[in-house]
């Protein structure tokens, strides 16, 4: 259990001690930001790389969105990142500033709901695309060896190829090595798989449907959908239909992973907590 205490106790403060006067999208980023903070202490603790020098460690915990503290503070990169992919890291976070600050304000008087949808849009360009993608040439350019969190995700030929390699790393890390293996050889790979798409909706059911009073089970059923997509990939049927092979992975990977996912960002919170956030960001301009 050693760096497990924070992942838990952090949230459950933040769920009990925030202020009711507080706005639901204030609730939101602090679940988010106390369960990300957990995340970092348990692999922070857990590292065999306690030899690593101090400014190494603080940059670790501070200024790196990415799970993998053993890649971070041991190991060294000779690939450092290209023009183009700086040039691309750049473009990403422009167009997310764009979507934030222009398509948003452009779609005023729109239903809420499609304005709360072409924001999320802005926010992962921005964060996930963009931001994290700078930060991860800027460490590498140092020699340090922090992978982008996205990899290029559209390019998934099925659903397994896009949740283990090309979708949010850092998240991908924590629970491969810190949920996934630890079950595989107790509960067998199958139960392992549902365990930790359950456990993922979870914590998305957390942070969306609790700061929007409502919603509640839909992330859990969205997870739950994609470790079952994995399995009918894999499966007799997915093999005859050749799930696996281009374009028809293709075509099945996005019906499965876009389909359901107004199940992950329901009404409740797009309305209650996106919407009112975006209109704090165009506010604060």
Not at 19 to 46: E, H, N, Q, V, Y
Not at 59 to 66: H, K, N, S, T
Not at 275 to 283: G, K, S, T
Request: aromatic residues 14%; proline residues 7%; charged residues 15%.
């Amino acid at each position: 259990m050693r760096g497990w205490i924070p992942l838990v106790t952090f949230p459950l403060a933040v769920a009990l001690l925030s202020p009711a006067a507080w706005p639901r999208w204030a609730l939101m980023w602090a679940l988010a930001i106390s369960m990300f903070a957990g995340c970092k202490w348990l692999t922070w603790r857990r590292s065999n790389a306690t030899y690593a020098a101090f400014w190494r460690h603080a940059a670790y915990l501070i200024a790196w969105p990415g799970l993998d503290a053993d890649a971070f503070l041991g190991e060294k990169t000779t690939k450092k990142p290209s023009v183009t992919e700086w040039l691309m890291a750049a473009a990403k976070l422009a167009v997310g500033m764009a979507i934030l600050w222009t398509a948003v304000p452009a779609l005023d008087g729109r239903p809420g709901y499609l304005r709360g949808w072409v924001g999320m849009l802005g926010l992962a360009f921005v964060l996930h695309f963009g931001l994290f993608n700078v930060l991860s040439c800027l460490w590498r350019s140092a020699g340090v060896n922090a992978r982008p969190i996205m990899d290029i995700p559209i390019a998934s030929a099925s659903v397994s190829e896009f949740w283990s390699r090309r979708w949010n790393a850092a998240f991908r890390d924590l629970t491969h090595r810190f949920l996934f293996l630890p079950l595989v050889t107790r509960i067998g790979p199958r139960t392992a798989v549902v365990a930790t798409f359950l456990f993922s909706g979870l914590v998305h059911d957390a942070v969306i449907s609790l700061p929007a009073g409502g919603g509640y089970g839909g992330p859990t059923a969205y997870f739950l959908i994609q470790a079952l997509g994995i399995f009918a990939e894999r499966g007799r049927i997915g093999r005859r239909l050749r799930l696996r092979r281009r374009f028809v992975g293709r075509v099945f990977t996005w019906a499965v992973i876009v389909g359901p996912a107004p199940l992950l960002f329901h009404p409740p919170f797009v309305t209650k907590v996106i919407v009112p956030f975006l209109e704090f960001l165009i506010a604060a301009r």
